[in-house]
């Protein structure tokens, strides 16, 4: 269902993109929309494997093991966030320099 709904989420982004503004910024959409599909699937499973790891642990009462893989997926989950955060940080305050230069010449 996710999937499904990141999908419907940029074909209304392309929709609305196409309607206002040109063949670039289209491309750019189609781009991002991308993007943002290939990390959902990686995250979800990621989740996905770790939900599985959890239920295999539960099952065999090993209560050490299951706190040990659930404080991994939250660390893991952290960085994660913590990288992405930083990466589309520094994309953005590039978009916007680029869009200022655009905007001075």
Known sequence: MSYFLQTLYGMADLFIIGQFNGVASTTA?????QVMHMITVMIVGIAMGTTVMIGKSV??????????????TVSLF?????????VLLFLFIQLFVSCQHRNRQ
Not at 29 to 33: E, K, L
Not at 59 to 72: F, L, P, W
Not at 78 to 86: E, K, Y
Request: proline share 0%; hydrophobic share 40%.
């Open 29 to 33: 959409v189609s781009i991002g929309s």
């Open 59 to 72: 099952g065999a009462k090993q209560k050490k093991e299951t706190s040990k893989i659930i404080g991994n």
């Open 78 to 86: 952290v960085c994660l966030s913590v990288v992405l955060t930083v």
